[in-house]
C-alpha cells in the first residue's frame, strides 16, 4: 500500500534558525496537504498543492511540490516559538489520504 | 474551531470493556475520518463514511467499528479494550468535493485503557 515517510522526525532548532522536513512517498500522488499539529492540538490544515513543482508561500513557510509528485517539502524561515508543532504532509493517492509519520519541531529561545 | 465536535474529551476505562465515541461533522460536511494517534506516533487513518456509506478502510481492527447515521454524525465502537489500544482518536470532515478537499479535525477523544 501507500507509504508516506517524513524526515526527520524530531528536529530541534534555535529560534530565528530555518527548519525544512521532507516528505516522500512511495507512489505519485494526485495531491500532496500540510498540517501542523500543536502540542496538546489537532492537526490544522495549512496547504494544498497539486501541480507538478508547484511551490506556494504562507509568509515565513515555503511549501513544495515535487517534479514527480512523490516528494514534498516544507521550508520554515526564520523559526519564532510559535511555530512549535508537528507538521504532517499527507498525500492523496487513489481515495485515500495517507498521513505521514510526522516532524516534530522544538524551538530552543 | 474547526467546526467539528467530538465527546466525550477524555474517557477511562478498564480492559475488555466497550466504549462509543462521537462525532459530529462540520455544518454540509458530508464525509467523515477516523483516525488513531499513540502516544509520539503519526495518525493512523482507520476509516471513512461518506453520506451514510463505508467509503475506505484503513488500519483499522475487527474489534473496532464505526457507522454514520442519517444526520451525519459518526460513532466509533471500540470493543474488548485492550492496553494498546489507549490513544487520541480523532475524527475529521470534508466536504468531499471533486479530487480536492480539506480535513477538519475535531479535538480529539483521549481513550485511556488501564
Not at chain 1, 526527520?8 to 521532507?22: I, S
Not at chain 2, 451514510?52 to 454524525?73: M, T, V, Y
Request: with cysteine; hydrophobic share 30%.
Amino acid at each position: 500500500g501507500q507509504q508516506v515517510m517524513q524526515i526527520p522526525q524530531y528536529q530541534h532548532v534555535q529560534e530565528g534558525e530555518d527548519f525544512t522536513t521532507y516528505c516522500n512517498s512511495s507512489t505519485t500522488l494526485s495531491n500532496i496537504q500540510w498540517y501542523k499539529q500543536r502540542p496538546g492540538g489537532h492537526p490544522v490544515f495549512l496547504i494544498q498543492l497539486v501541480k507538478s513543482g508547484e511551490v506556494k508561500k504562507q509568509k515565513r513557510l515555503t511549501f513544495q511540490f515535487g517534479e514527480a509528485k512523490k516528494n514534498s517539502s516544507l521550508h520554515i524561515t526564520a523559526t519564532q516559538t510559535t511555530d512549535v508543532g508537528t507538521y504532517f504532509c499527507a498525500g492523496r493517492g487513489n481515495e485515500k489520504l495517507t498521513f505521514g509519520t510526522g516532524t516534530r519541531l522544538t524551538i530552543i529561545p | 474551531d474547526s467546526g467539528v465536535t467530538q465527546t466525550p474529551k477524555h474517557l477511562i476505562t478498564a480492559t475488555g470493556q466497550r466504549v462509543t465515541l462521537r462525532c459530529s461533522p462540520r455544518s454540509g460536511d458530508l464525509s467523515v475520518y477516523w483516525y488513531q494517534q499513540s502516544l509520539d506516533q503519526g495518525l493512523q487513518f482507520l476509516i471513512q463514511y461518506y453520506n451514510g456509506e463505508e467509503r475506505a478502510k484503513g488500519n483499522i481492527l475487527e474489534r473496532f467499528s464505526a457507522q454514520q447515521f442519517p444526520d451525519l454524525h459518526s460513532e466509533l465502537n471500540l470493543s474488548s479494550l485492550e492496553l494498546g489500544d489507549s490513544a487520541l482518536y480523532f475524527c475529521a470532515s470534508s466536504v468531499v468535493a471533486g479530487t480536492h478537499y480539506t480535513q477538519y479535525f475535531g479535538p480529539g477523544t483521549r481513550l485511556t485503557v488501564l
